[in-house]
């Protein structure tokens, strides 16, 4: 998938599945997402990635909540495998 792909799918499909469902209202309280472009990426460090996503939760209670839900490893997880290279994400959890 281009770079360009990817974008498309996350903003048009990918960010829309996220934020229908029940549990991420009830427990997500910011979504945002950037990309980078891609004549950057290419030439420095941020090659590997495509953009990077925040998910700002209240406590961890709601972090681990939100993604052992059935939902989110069913709708969730499944649709990430169709535009994502789970294994080479880099997740980093962190306070404000």
């Not at 460090?45 to 990077?52: E, H, K, P, Q, T």
């Not at 700002?56 to 990430?80: C, G, P």
Request: aromatic fraction near 16%; charged fraction near 30%; proline fraction near 3%.
């Amino acid at each position: 998938m281009s770079h360009e792909e990817f974008v498309w799918y996350h903003v048009n499909k990918h960010a829309p599945l996220f934020r229908s469902l029940p549990e991420v209202k009830i427990y997500v309280r910011r979504y945002l997402h950037y990309y980078f472009p891609e004549e950057i990426s290419k030439k420095t460090v941020l090659s590997a990635y495509d953009g990077i996503t925040e998910i700002w939760f209240d406590d961890m209670e709601s972090l681990f909540k939100l993604f052992t839900t059935d939902a989110y490893k069913r709708i969730i997880r499944t649709d990430q495998e169709k535009f994502m290279n789970l294994g080479k994400c880099v997740v980093d959890i962190s306070n404000e």
